[in-house]
Structure formats: structure tokens, C-alpha cells
């Protein structure tokens, strides 16, 4: 299928708040629920939406995120080097990129994990170099999970759109109960959740203060939608400008391709996620991006092959403890 502009909306609104009903979605992107309910449907049978997940935010865990990027010599097996390397528990997902570094995520704890993360990278047969970008993304806040938050939580990790009366029966909390917690740890400030595409102008930048983001993982390829998804890796300057004006700067250059960024928090660098209809379409596309006297350098990553590998601590730790309550 092809993603035109009404399910770039759809997929960028559920990005930021997967728990949007067909109503409201339709009533925020100017159609009837009906339109919203069937592109849904088909984005999901086509698997553009791979899943909804209902994810604790890094503060919850006091945790942070980074992004590693491994070089390889080319005389060994990437597809080897991306399961070995996934192999470490902190690193939740990776892919290799078509002539580029392999790509890994990651959840650290301290400075102490975030070396080893990065040493264990280092170590593997193959790796020539690691360059590691802690993710600025938005923090979050703690909150105290009470039993009744727990037994909610049971029901809402495995499916984050579950209405809230069938929350409620599983639960066996009243409705008013149930939509009362999902506030406390959705929208503990009362506040409508921010609108994603609309806020794409600041990209993820803006700060959240729910414990819990409900959100979509989605999937962009010429597989599916005869499209190739990329990231573009672009340097400024930093002594000239900003992370945000270089995002607001391709978002208005390219409003069709553009889709949403992520910075580094350590180096003047960010990533933008692009769709372009042809592959040869990006040579010209960053040969534009490069001419900017802001901008230092610029260079496409392709995903190839994609793998998410072991449950994150943040996952393991809320398993606990609703493990815990239940008993």
C-alpha cells in the first residue's frame, strides 16, 4: 500500500498516543471515523503497524538511551555480527544498513554500563569502530505503582488499545476506576496529550511528564509500501545553530519525505527519518542538505535486515512487579 498523506497523519497521531480512538483520530486529521477505521485496518494487514506498545518513559527506570553504530571490516558476516552483538542484555533492537554501520539500541543505567555496552561492541570479531550517541528523548517522570495500577498494567502491555470497559472487567476495577489510573499514568497533569504530527516541528523534543507513553512500532520499506525508509545522519554546527532549527529547516524543505527526529545528546548530530519513492532519489536530496552552511555533513543510513532481540530491564522490571502484586 501506499502511504499518502492521511496515513502519514494516522501513523504519526498513533506515534504519539496509540490509545486515539477512531472518533478522535478522524476529528484531529478532518475525517469521518469510518475513513480512519479502514486505513487503520489496512496499514496493520500489510503490516505497516507491527505492534502497539505501552513502554515506561527513561525516567521511570532512571534510565537513558543510545544509539551504537559499528563499523565492520566487510570480511565478515554482518547478519552473524548483528545477532552476536544483540546478544548483550542491554540491546533491545539492531539492523544492518545497506553500506553502512550497523545500527543498535540500547538502555543504560549508569556511565559504567553505558563503557561496557560499548566495550562488549568493541570486542567482536569483524568491529573496526563503535560511535555511541546518547538519545536525547523525552524524560518523563517515577510514579508509585499501587496495586491497582498493577493489576491495569497486566492487561494494558500485552494490548494498549483494550476499550476502557474491557480494561475494567479484566481488572475488576470499576470504570471510573480504571480510566481515573489510566490518567495517573497517561496524562498525570490532566493535560491532552501532545499532538505528534503537529508537533513534529520540534520533533521529540518536547517533554513529557507521563510515566507511560502509548505508542506504535511501524515499519517503512519497498516491501510494503513502495517506498524506501531511511535515516539521515546530519552534522551541524553547532557555534551557528541549533538542533532544532536544523530540524525545522528540513521539515520545511522536505514536508513529504521528512517524518520525525532524534539527537544525540553528546555531538552537534541528529537523525531524520525520510521515505523517498526511488533510491536514487536520495543522492540529490542530500546533495541539497549539504550545501546548507549549517549543515557539515550529511549521509544516508538504509535498513536491510531488522531484529529485536532481548526484553528490555524496563520490561523485565515491570513483569516483576506485577508478578509480584498478583501474587
Known sequence: MRIDTLNK?????????????????????????????????????AKVIVDFNLIP??????????????????????????EVIGEHPRIYFGHTNLDGPLR??????????????????????????????????EPGQKCRLTSNDLKILRWLLPDPRLKISELARLSSVSPRRARKLLK???????ATPPRFYHSAA?????????PFTATISFHINSETTKQTGCVLKIHHNDV??????????I?????????????????PVSFHLFTVDKIDL??????????????????????????????????VQLEKLIQQASV
Not at 518513559?57 to 555480527?81: C, I, K, N, Q, R
Not at 551557528?240 to 529547516?249: E, G, H, I, N
Not at 540529490?284 to 532481540?309: N, V
Request: with cysteine.
Open 251 to 267: 521539515q520545511r524543505q522536505f514536508p513529504d519525505e521528512y517524518w520525525y527526529s532524534y539527537a544525540s545528546a553528546s555531538t
Open 240 to 249: 551557528t545553530t541549533d538542533r532544532f532549527q536544523v530540524t525545522r529547516w
Open 202 to 210: 520540534v520533533s521529540q523534543y518536547h517533554m513529557n511528564s507521563a
Open 57 to 82: 518513559t527513561p525516567a521511570f527506570f532512571d534510565e537513558d538511551e543510545v544509539m551504537l553504530l559499528a563499523t565492520v571490516d566487510g570480511y565478515h558476516s554482518e547478519s552473524t555480527l548483528l
Open 184 to 190: 495517573k499514568i497517561l496524562h498525570p497533569d490532566g
Open 9 to 45: 497523519q494516522i501513523l504519526l497521531e498513533l506515534l504519539g498516543n496509540c490509545r486515539l480512538s477512531y472518533r478522535e483520530l478522524g476529528k484531529r486529521l478532518g475525517v469521518t471515523s469510518q475513513t480512519i477505521r479502514r486505513r487503520l485496518t489496512k496499514l496493520i494487514t
Open 104 to 137: 543498535f539500541f540500547a538502555h543504560f543505567l549508569n556511565s559504567r554500563e553505558l563503557a561496557e555496552i560499548g566495550r562488549y561492541c568493541r570486542q567482536q570479531h569483524g568491529v573496526k569502530s563503535v560511535e555511541s550517541h546518547i538519545l536525547l528523548r
Open 282 to 315: 536520495l543522492e540529490p536530496l542530500l546533495d541539497y542538505i549539504r550545501q546548507s552552511p549549517h549543515i557539515t555533513h550529511a549521509e544516508a543510513l538504509i535498513p536491510q535486515l531488522r531484529r529485536s532481540f532481548s526484553l528490555t530491564y524496563s520490561e
